[in-house]
């Protein structure tokens, strides 16, 4: 009994200053946030009231943020949630192409080793080639569809998301422990029992690390699709209100809006790969 006692202490004792020294991390992490955010701010405003830049200030940005939200662009109709929406449109159906096809062919190139000295040589010759240098062309691809800008920025976003969410799946299906492919082996699996009931699962965190990654290279990768071509997207925007007169308030307005939504999504699959393998 005095044994139980003294390891029902010990644990206590580990547990408690456990959870108080992970709340004081999340308060010391939230308030060094707020105190780099704060400083930018104080910089920026000095920066634009000395004219070190010119930049509008700190509150002229933020109410043009507000007024875009709130009624919109006059020049275009449009307020900022419906140009940000059409760009993440964009987003998910190149991210959503490219997981359906990278995931299968990074199991593929996991599991069987002929495929990956078939196919490897040239995933590796298209991996470095930039998203954006296939612009021109998937113009000449696209030309004869509906609405050829849409599937071009829709493309990009796929070949940009395409190869994290490829390399992430197949090394998550490579990492997976020999002795728990021996293991399925014994109780009689087959190998389509061992892909999909010890392969798959095991790799899913790395396919998600994948997807994310490959997320957000797609948002940066519309982004920067939409200043060439298309004729709405927050990308399309900022190019615009550029080209009419550089209106640097709604330029940093709309850049702030690009970089809080990559902020989320980041955030997002963050929170996901947490609940997926919480002990990481």
Same mark, same amino acid.
């Not at 062309?137 to 050829?148: E, G, K, V, W």
């Not at 190869?163 to 490579?174: A, C, H, R």
């Not at 200043?227 to 709405?232: A, D, I, P």
């Given at each position: 009994?005095?044994?139980?006692?003294?390891?029902?202490?010990?644990?206590?004792?580990?547990?408690?200053?456990?959870?108080?020294?992970?709340?004081?991390?999340?308060?010391?992490?939230?308030?060094?946030?707020?105190?780099?955010?704060?400083?930018?701010?104080?910089?920026?405003?000095?920066?634009?009231?000395?004219?070190?830049?010119?930049?509008?200030?700190?509150?002229?940005?933020?109410?043009?943020?507000?007024?875009?939200?709130?009624?919109?662009?006059?020049?275009?109709?449009?307020?900022?949630?419906?140009?940000?929406? @059409?760009?993440?449109?964009?987003?998910?159906?190149?991210?959503?192409?490219?997981?359906?096809?990278?995931?299968?062919?990074?199991?593929?190139?996991?599991?069987?080793?002929?495929?990956?000295?078939? @196919?490897?040589?040239?995933?590796?010759?298209?991996?470095?080639?930039?998203?954006?240098?296939?612009?021109?062309?998937?113009?000449?691809?696209?030309?004869?569809?509906?609405?050829?800008?849409?599937?071009?920025?829709?493309?990009? +976003?796929? +070949?940009?998301?395409?190869?994290?969410?490829?390399?992430?799946?197949?090394?998550? *299906?490579?990492?997976?422990?020999?002795?728990?492919?021996? @293991? @399925?082996?014994?109780?009689?699996?087959?190998?389509?029992?061992?892909?999909?009931? +010890?392969?798959?699962?095991?790799?899913?965190?790395?396919?998600?690390?994948?997807?994310?990654?490959?997320?957000?290279?797609?948002?940066?990768?519309?982004?920067?699709?939409?200043?060439?071509?298309?004729?709405?997207?927050?990308?399309?925007?900022?190019?615009?209100?550029?080209?009419?007169?550089?209106?640097?308030?709604?330029?940093?307005?709309?850049?702030?809006?690009?970089?809080? *939504?990559?902020?989320?999504?980041?955030?997002?699959?963050?929170?996901?790969?947490?609940?997926?393998?919480?002990?990481?």
């Amino acid at each position: 009994m005095p044994s139980q006692m003294n390891n029902y202490e010990a644990e206590k004792q580990t547990i408690i200053p456990g959870k108080l020294l992970n709340v004081d991390d999340k308060l010391r992490r939230w308030g060094m946030s707020v105190f780099t955010i704060a400083m930018f701010i104080i910089f920026w405003q000095v920066a634009a009231v000395k004219q070190w830049l010119s930049l509008p200030t700190p509150g002229v940005v933020t109410a043009t943020l507000i007024r875009l939200i709130v009624s919109g662009d006059p020049v275009y109709g449009k307020t900022l949630q419906q140009m940000t929406f @059409a760009s993440l449109m964009i987003v998910l159906k190149g991210c959503f192409l490219s997981m359906v096809t990278a995931i299968p062919l990074g199991m593929m190139l996991g599991t069987f080793r002929f495929f990956e000295q078939f @196919a490897g040589i040239l995933l590796e010759m298209f991996r470095p080639i930039p998203p954006l240098a296939w612009i021109p062309l998937a113009y000449i691809l696209f030309q004869d569809f509906s609405s050829p800008t849409t599937y071009v920025q829709i493309f990009v +976003v796929f +070949v940009g998301a395409f190869f994290p969410v490829l390399l992430n799946t197949t090394q998550g *299906i490579k990492s997976v422990e020999k002795r728990f492919i021996n @293991a @399925a082996i014994t109780c009689g699996a087959t190998r389509w029992q061992i892909i999909s009931k +010890v392969l798959f699962p095991a790799s899913i965190s790395h396919m998600v690390t994948g997807l994310r990654i490959g997320l957000g290279v797609g948002w940066m990768c519309v982004i920067a699709a939409e200043f060439v071509g298309g004729k709405m997207g927050i990308g399309y925007y900022i190019w615009s209100v550029y080209s009419i007169g550089g209106r640097s308030a709604e330029i940093i307005a709309g850049t702030i809006t690009i970089g809080l *939504i990559g902020y989320l999504m980041n955030k997002l699959f963050l929170v996901m790969e947490k609940r997926l393998q919480p002990w990481r």
